[in-house]
């Protein structure tokens, strides 16, 4: 879970990454062991029920991924929900890569 700090780190110098239907904020940090995920999972994505099954099947993904060092925030459109277990790691994965691959080149 990010703390507030975190939050304002990642307003200051997050970059965003996009898989449609869903986007990732992130600060590369590799003092940060383990790395801090936090989702910003709207109402428009559904009913807390489907919010929260979200959040857990990204969780689980996430959990099972070899994240990099840092700060990230993963959140999405309301066609998220719409998204299976495997297009969920399947996108899950891709904002992964372009988050190293943004970091590198910038």
Do not use: K
Not at 5 to 26: A, I, N, Q, Y
Not at 33 to 53: D, E, H, K, L, Y
Not at 90 to 100: C, D, I, N, P, R
């Amino acid at each position: 879970m990010l703390c507030v700090d975190s939050f304002s780190r990642l307003r200051r110098e997050g970059l965003r990454v996009r898989c449609d239907p869903m986007w990732c904020s992130f600060v590369a940090d590799s003092n940060m062991s383990p790395p801090q995920v936090a989702f910003a999972i709207g109402r428009a994505v559904g009913p807390a029920v489907t919010r929260n099954r979200l959040r857990r099947r990204l969780r689980s993904i996430l959990g099972a991924m070899d994240v990099p060092n840092g700060l990230y925030l993963f959140g999405g459109r309301p066609s998220m929900s719409e998204l299976t277990f495997a297009e969920l790691e399947t996108h899950a994965a891709a904002l992964l890569v372009a988050a190293q691959h943004s970091r590198a080149h910038s």
